[in-house]
């Protein structure tokens, strides 16, 4: 069985979305700050980054199966990484303000969410929509008799 078109967008989304998370993470380099400058609610935002990730793995995991809930699980991460996105962004995050290129990638991962969201609604349409190829119930497909 292949994917569907949503469901393919959403595989290269998540794809790209680990990425941009990996590059959040200090292994990265990109982050520059010192972990101890966090403060208690950023620590919270950046456990619902990490798990905005694993919601998406475990979306990709059951897109061929049941590909209903892999679209609720992927819709989810825009509500998960918008709080931690604002707190960086107001300088609530952490007392130090975020290096640029942090703050260049976490509206690239804003961005990324969103477009999951809006695929993932797109992937549920799709398997929620009544099928209206083949023939009409109670009677063929053709014009009504006279």
């Known amino acids: 069985m292949s994917l569907s078109r949503p469901g393919m967008v959403l595989v290269a ?11 959040l993470t200090p292994l990265s ?3 520059t700050r010192n972990l101890k400058l966090i403060h208690p609610i950023g620590v919270f935002t950046l456990v619902l980054v990490f798990v905005t990730a694993i919601l998406n793995a475990v979306a990709l995991a059951f897109l ?5 809930v892999s679209a609720v699980l992927a819709g989810l991460g825009i509500f998960l990484v918008i709080p931690g996105f604002i707190l960086d962004q107001t300088g609530q995050f ?23 969201f ?6 549920y ?5 009544p099928a209206t190829d083949g023939p009409r ?7 009504p008799a006279a």
């Open 64 to 68: 061929r199966g049941r590909p209903s």
């Open 94 to 116: 952490a007392t130090q303000s975020p290096p640029t290129a942090i703050s260049n990638l976490e509206y690239v991962l804003v961005t990324l969410e969103t477009a999951l």
């Open 118 to 123: 809006l695929v993932a609604i797109w992937l």
């Open 137 to 143: 119930a109670g009677g063929s497909s053709g014009p």
């Open 29 to 31: 380099g990109f982050e």
């Open 125 to 129: 349409v799709q398997i929620r929509k």
């Open 13 to 23: 989304l998540a794809v790209a979305m680990f990425v941009t998370v990996f590059l």
